[in-house]
């Protein structure tokens, strides 16, 4: 059932006459409607790993003038973290990556990386980066603190824009994960947390959108 927050209209599945809903799912996170046409179309979106148990997760939105695959290319280089993003992230090593030629979107890589949380202070980790489909790039963290978390980079085309360049709009979901006892307090003031997560994520995305724009603009000119 969807139900309109401004008008109080309810649409069931089967619509009403001049209003066809699209299929939608609800993952918990994020809610996806299908655009018939742009390929075989699927009951439920392809979704990465999700961390079993309690999270708090946030959603955040940047749009740039760009295609979708410059921002999987952005996310898909694991050096760029330390070089685009030092107040985030240091002492990044690739341990393990595929071919540069690799065809297959399901390749994954393995980098270790420090989250700086100060001047002094950081949280070393290693995240697993992969491909559920061609226009969705997964970061797990698989040891440290916080495994089991969760950075899905969704890249969404919608068209051109005035200009006739196209947009992309990337959609992130953070699903934060820990084992801590202590996480079921985090959880309590979750209200006060999204905000700070969807800033941070869009902190990063300022300069990663950059990126992308900046790759777009030399293909287009090729």
């Known amino acids: 059932m969807l139900v309109c927050r401004w008008h109080g209209m309810t649409l069931g599945p089967?619509?009403?006459p001049g209003w066809q809903p699209f299929p939608a799912h609800d993952d918990?996170?994020?809610?996806?409607?299908?655009l018939d046409g742009a390929g075989a179309p699927t009951e439920a979106?392809?979704?990465g790993p999700r961390p079993a148990g309690p999270v708090v997760a946030a959603v955040a939105t940047v749009v740039g003038r760009c295609e979708p695959a410059d921002v999987v290319a952005?996310?898909?280089d694991p050096w760029h973290g330390a070089w685009f993003h030092p107040y985030s992230f240091t002492a990044l090593r690739v341990v393990s990556a595929p071919p540069p030629d690799a065809p297959d979107p399901e390749d994954r890589f393995l980098v270790e990386v420090t989250f700086t949380l100060g001047r002094r202070f950081g949280v070393?980790?290693?995240a697993e980066f992969s491909c559920p489909d061609a226009r969705t790039v997964t970061m797990e963290i698989v040891g440290?603190?916080?495994a089991g978390s969760v950075v899905e980079t969704h890249a969404t085309p919608l068209g051109p824009g005035p200009d006739g360049r196209p947009r992309t709009a990337v959609i992130e979901a953070v699903v934060a994960h820990s084992d801590r006892p202590g996480f079921g307090h985090v959880r309590r003031v979750a209200g006060v947390l999204r905000p700070l997560m969807r800033g941070a994520a869009?902190?990063?995305w300022r300069d990663d959108i950059a990126y992308a724009e900046r790759r777009y603009a030399l293909r287009s000119r090729t």
């Open 45 to 47: 979106p392809a979704l």
């Open 74 to 76: 952005n996310r898909l």
């Open 14 to 16: 089967g619509g009403r």
């Open 28 to 34: 918990g996170v994020l809610a996806w409607v299908r």
């Open 202 to 204: 869009r902190r990063l």
């Open 144 to 146: 440290g603190e916080g």
């Open 124 to 126: 070393p980790v290693r």
